[in-house]
């Protein structure tokens, strides 16, 4: 695969659709060496229609971190019905997870920021970079709206805490503009968005969100809002 010029492909696709952008990443990075990030997202759920419909036997992964709603497993089991393929499911190491629990106790992650950050390593990063070792590049829901921590993302990014692609196909879409794709398609989703939860994470680190608030708000409430991520969307400068 030749090098891209991200600078030329975000000016280039700016104005593009999401099935614009998916297809020439399908093209260009090969089919095999790409793989789609869900979390049973509205964004994820959106990007799994458009992938699948370009690629029926495209990869998507779920990180099991083993403490999401049921209804996000629920909806998991649905959407695999519904498109009749089978994520690729990476869960946490048993020993890292083992020794932090019995160290720190079950909810160690609520008593600083380090160690909220220590539980998403274990859950998420770790095993986002077992299946990100895989591939050329990645697909993500990511939107600039949806957070301060997410207001200059660009559709085409080099991750080089992978040395991968990162392509966000909706940086530049609206919440609005989502649910309009949702309910065009009748694509399912997740209850828990009628009931306030526009940011769906573990079950312990998210509570619903206030009116007026950032739809990202709800994700670690506790912590500074400037600075809240899991590991997994550090925002990277490094271009190609």
């Not at 260009?28 to 992938?51: M, N, R, Y």
């Not at 909806?75 to 869960?91: D, G, I, K, P, S």
């Not at 990100?132 to 993500?140: A, E, H, P, Q, Y």
Request: charged share 30%.
């Amino acid at each position: 695969m030749s090098k891209l010029n991200l600078i030329e492909l975000n000016n280039e696709y700016v104005k593009k659709s999401p099935e614009d952008i998916i297809r020439f990443v399908i093209n260009e990075i090969g089919s095999s060496k790409i793989v789609l990030a869900s979390s049973l997202s509205i964004e994820d759920q959106v990007l799994t229609d458009i992938l699948l419909k370009n690629n029926p036997k495209a990869r998507i992964f779920f990180l099991d971190t083993g403490r999401h709603f049921q209804n996000t497993y629920d909806l998991m089991a649905e959407t695999m019905q519904r498109y009749n393929f089978n994520y690729e499911v990476y869960a946490p190491d048993s020993k890292d997870l083992e020794a932090a629990v019995s160290k720190y106790g079950p909810n160690f992650f609520y008593e600083s920021v380090e160690q909220r950050k220590r539980c998403c390593e274990i859950r998420k990063v770790k095993p986002l970079k077992r299946v990100l070792s895989t591939v050329d590049g990645w697909i993500c829901g990511l939107r600039r709206d949806q957070s301060a921590t997410r207001q200059e993302i660009e559709i085409f990014e080099w991750d080089s805490s992978h040395s991968i692609y990162k392509i966000n196909p909706l940086a530049f879409w609206t919440e609005d503009m989502v649910w309009e794709y949702i309910k065009k398609h009748n694509i399912p989703y997740s209850n828990l968005y009628k009931n306030g939860f526009p940011s769906i994470g573990c079950q312990p680190c998210t509570r619903a969100v206030r009116p007026g608030e950032d739809v990202r708000s709800g994700r670690w409430w506790w912590e500074n809002p400037d600075k809240k991520e899991c590991g997994l969307h550090i925002r990277l400068e490094d271009e190609v």
